[in-house]
């Protein structure tokens, strides 16, 4: 993003302490961030400080932390490793947090499968740059 230069016009931490746009965040949705707390191109602690920061100025702001996932774990892995997907389960909940016959489907879906072989996801791990 242009490195430090241009920090105060792109990051969102900075973004939402603008005066300019303080009467504008108490409307926004409520929002819903995921942080792999192993993600070594952006740390979680930033996402602990832009949740802070959305609160501060008057959002709802809810951070959930996966412990040990890396930047692309939640994305892209997960999903093809099949199975139980905690990033999926959790925006399915939110999704449908007024609707208790569509939790209790959630609930009784079956596993999803496997898409690709763990080695490859293991592989793709090790050179992911994220």
Known sequence: MEGEQSLKKFSPELKVQD????DSIPLLPRIILFHGTGDYSIPST??????????EAGASAE?????????TDLFVQDPLRGGKD???????????????????KD????????????????????ISPF
């Open 19 to 22: 005066p300019c746009i303080k």
């Open 46 to 55: 930033a996402s602990e400080k832009f949740a802070d920061a959305l609160k």
């Open 63 to 71: 951070l959930i932390l996966y412990d040990g996932k890396t930047h």
């Open 86 to 104: 905690d990033l999926f389960d959790h925006v399915l909940a939110t999704v449908h947090s007024d609707d208790s016959d569509a939790l209790a």
């Open 107 to 126: 609930a009784m879906a079956p596993p999803r499968r496997r898409l690709v072989p763990e080695i490859l996801l293991k592989i793709a791990n090790n």
